[in-house]
């Protein structure tokens, strides 16, 4: 599901997502496995840089709908232990003491666009879309609400969380969620340099300690997502969550859209 490719001195590795058929989903097997992967590199004093990517033509499209199916008969401990996976991996990404860059080519979406939220610093093609869709489905974005804080501001944040509407990559540059659009024919060159300029330019020590300072309290950024963790298992157990995911998953429209359209002739 991952496939892994290291720079011939070994200082600069791609990670790159392999599920081009299911759209990069990330179901329990992906993410534990990159979690796997992560928390290995991490004891790798070599490597200076990790490159965060994906093939085919989506970079992630969130949740895998055999996770999503299995939701419906879920028990509040079953989905709290699944969204603690999700949340293990994001924190690992985050904790990890080298740069993580997010090479996003194409759209990145719920926890797919997590996962650029959880990385140092995404490069993305201009054609890729970004968004926390969860809302729409009938889920909580509680972990990547601790991701997002200190990226970019309340109001962006409200917006994209509160919607769960999609963005261009030039908007989210200017929300604060990626750091630079390019043309898709550039992205390639422009990621291997970042990468290379921190592993030829920085201090590995003073990279790591630079990292951990961006996060504060390390035991209090693992609290806070294990509280959203939490919220996210509650959030599962909601009648209309998983109304909302049978109607996703059956191509439907949730209940409360059914709902706007009967009572408004004009779409909203």
Known sequence: MTALDHSPDNRIVTVTL???????????????????????????????????????????????????????????????EDSRLLAGLFTTIRTVPFPVIARVH??????????VAAADMAISAREARFGFSEVRIGFVPALVSVLLEGRMSGAHMHDL???????????????GLIGRVVDASDLDRIVERTASDIARNTSRHAVARTKAMLIGDSDVFRERMDVAA?????????????????????????????????????PA
């Open 18 to 80: 392999d599920r081009p058929e299911k759209r990069n989903a990330l179901s329990a097997g992906l993410v534990r496995e990159l979690t796997h992967i992560f928390s290995d590199l991490a004891s790798d004093n070599r490597i200076r840089a990790v490159i965060l990517a994906a093939r085919g033509p989506v970079f992630s499209a969130g949740a895998d709908l055999g996770a999503l199916q299995a939701l419906q008969s879920a028990s509040f401990q079953e989905n709290l």
């Open 106 to 115: 194409g759209h990145a979406i719920a926890g797919g666009c997590g996962l």
């Open 161 to 175: 969380l509160l919607t769960g509407r999609l963005v261009g990559a030039d908007d989210a540059v200017r929300f």
């Open 230 to 266: 939490v919220r996210n298992a509650d959030a599962r157990q909601d009648p209309e969550c998983q109304a909302g995911v049978h109607a996703f998953l059956n191509r439907q429209d949730p209940p409360w859209v059914r709902a706007w359209d009967k009572d408004h002739t004009e």
